[in-house]
């Protein structure tokens, strides 16, 4: 590749944005493309972080399942209004500097959170792809039940459900990956991901 193509990565929660870039970093860097994380949820964390702190007694930066759902209500709540203020814009111009500086650095930023595509021209997918020049892939999580079907793991969050179908529209690379058992330990999870991302890296690479 002759220039920095930013890359970002959507899904439902848990559906493992966070996994695949964790795989995807050192498969890039084994073809020469250094990256950095970059998620607009950080931004978000480090506006609430004191006032979660003092209201619930939580870390969001350092918190287990059972504390992010405590919290997620009032992280929605805070974000929502944000976006509606600044038209979807308020954790993109954030983040807009620090991609700036990666970028003249010669490190491909990976945005691991692109949850909106609400307002059309301006909103997070619009973004990526118009402003940025960036690639999105999108991932889904599956199950497998008792009868050896596919069952495809949701969301318990409305503004995610009402958002990845459009999404989905906008996306050049699609992952669907198996659920990983919890018994498996990080390196053996790793490894049986790795193929789904080796495809997305081949697409990538080739752009």
């Not at 609400?118 to 973004?127: A, K």
């Not at 529209?169 to 790793?190: G, H, M, Q, R, Y």
């Amino acid at each position: 590749m002759s220039h920095i193509t930013p890359i970002g990565i959507s899904g439902f929660m848990q559906s493992g944005k966070d996994t695949f870039y964790k795989i995807l970093r050192e498969r890039l860097l084994l073809n020469g493309v250094e990256t950095e994380r970059v998620a607009l949820a950080d931004y978000l964390r480090a506006e609430v972080y004191q006032e979660v702190l003092n209201k619930f007694g939580i870390n969001v930066f350092n918190c287990n399942i059972e504390e992010k759902n405590k919290t997620r209500p009032f992280l929605i709540e805070f974000a929502a209004k944000k976006r509606k203020e600044t038209g979807g814009r308020y954790f993109i111009e954030q983040a807009q500097k620090d991609i700036e500086i990666l970028i003249k650095k010669g490190i491909t930023p990976v945005l691991t959170d692109i949850r909106f595509a609400e307002i059309e021209g301006s909103d997070e997918v619009f973004w990526l792809k118009n402003e940025l020049k960036g690639v999105l892939v999108h991932i889904e999580r599956y199950k497998i039940d008792s009868g050896g079907n596919k069952i495809l793991v949701s969301s318990p969050i409305p503004e995610e459900l009402l958002n990845d179908p459009k999404i989905r529209k906008e996306a050049d690379f699609f992952i669907s990956w198996p659920t990983v058992s919890k018994e498996s330990n990080d390196n053996k999870e790793l490894k049986q991901l790795q193929p789904f991302v080796d495809k997305f890296v081949e697409f990538y690479v080739k752009k």
